[in-house]
């Protein structure tokens, strides 16, 4: 479900030139504050790819409701986040 859900964020990227070649940045429309920035296009597709990867950890591990459903894949509400959530809740002192 994860590597769907990049490769499905991944085909929404954005990259631009830069003036004066100062090469590439990329960035995926709905994923606020994700940007990828290299010298050559493929290095900024890996750059952005690697940005979304630990924005996306992020997002998870503080529980943000903000992550956008891509291609009808909605990370909130699935098993894998209410998993995590099980596992962090504090034990009640005995």
Known sequence: MLID?????MRRAKYQMLA???GFVGTIPGFRGLIGH???LEKCREDLHGALQAW??????H???DLP???????ISSKIVS????K???RKAA
């Open 5 to 9: 859900y990049i490769q499905a964020a």
């Open 20 to 22: 004066d070649n100062e």
């Open 38 to 40: 290299a010298r050559s």
């Open 56 to 61: 996306m950890l992020l997002k998870l591990l």
């Open 63 to 65: 529980r943000d409701h």
């Open 69 to 75: 459903v891509i291609d009808g894949i909605n990370l």
């Open 83 to 86: 998993n995590a959530r099980k």
């Open 88 to 90: 962090r809740r504090p």
